[in-house]
T-cell receptor
Framework: AQSVTQLDSQVPVFEEAPVELRCNYS??????LFWYVQYPNQGLQLLLK??????LVKGINGFEAEFNKSQTSFHLRKPSVHISDTAEYFC???????????FGQGTTLQVKP | GAVVSQHPSWVICKSGTSVKIECRSL??????MFWYRQFPKQSLMLMAT?????????EQGVEKDKFLINHASLTLSTLTVTSAHPEDSSFYIC??????????????FGPGTRLTVT
């Protein structure tokens, strides 16, 4: 069975500091990997995705993630965060044969001034 | 492009009544739509997969007679919560898969519907 684990439920960080949100997955089949952001009372917005090819993926709002197959990880990073980055972040895997998304538990990024 | 809307954005209903939530793909066709449920401070849980022109596929533990899903066209799927109870109060989110994008199944999410049952 496939699963996604986000290792940190909350990540507090000061504005302009770098941040890494960790995500590990387990799967016996090929998967696609995604990071989504959710602002309060809103739906999900795609930050970036890994389908194949280069393991370093760049997304919107200055975020990037690196796919590490040997460690089954897909950590999200940003070199300098802003107050507006405060939100809930979800890592997800999509099963290539069904299209279903399996979400991690989510990480709350709290950017402090 | 790839915009998904939901209606209503929030709804309050009395216990025992039914509520219908619409999910529309505004600028693309979607053969497949997904319905999720999200409790406060929790992740999204997939409830069902809705395929145009066929019966929905429900995840284990989801009552198909309580959560009726209809995907009558390539741009519209509806979720009806029948005989709603307070424990059905939640944030319901739908997503749609672009028809030509069968290889990656990237999902585009609606803004969500907040259901409160009193």
């Amino acid at each position: 069975a496939q699963s996604v684990t986000q290792l940190d439920s909350q990540v507090p960080v000061f504005e302009e500091a770098p941040v890494e949100l960790r995500c590990n997955y387990s799967s016996s089949v090929s998967v696609y990997l995604f990071w989504y952001v959710q602002y309060p009372n809103q739906g999900l917005q795609l930050l970036l995705k890994y389908l194949s090819g280069s393991t370093l993926v760049k997304g919107i709002n200055g975020f990037e993630a690196e796919f590490n197959k040997s460690q089954t990880s897909f950590h999200l990073r940003k070199p300098s965060v802003h107050i507006s980055d405060t939100a809930e972040y979800f890592c997800a895997v999509s099963l290539s044969n069904t299209g279903k998304l399996i979400f991690g538990q989510g990480t709350t990024l709290q950017v402090k001034p | 492009g790839a915009v998904v809307s939901q209606h209503p954005s929030w709804v309050i209903c009395k216990s025992g009544t039914s509520v219908k939530i619409e999910c529309r793909s505004l600028d693309f066709q979607a053969t497949t739509m997904f319905w999720y449920r999200q409790f406060p401070k929790q992740s999204l849980m997939l409830m069902a997969t809705s395929n145009e022109g066929s019966k929905a596929t429900y995840e284990q533990g989801v009552e198909k007679d309580k959560f009726l899903i209809n995907h009558a066209s390539l741009t519209l799927s509806t979720l009806t919560v029948t005989s709603a109870h307070p424990e059905d109060s939640s944030f319901y989110i739908c997503s749609a898969v672009l028809v030509p994008d069968r290889t990656t199944y990237e999902q585009y999410f609606g803004p969500g519907t907040r259901l409160t049952v009193t």
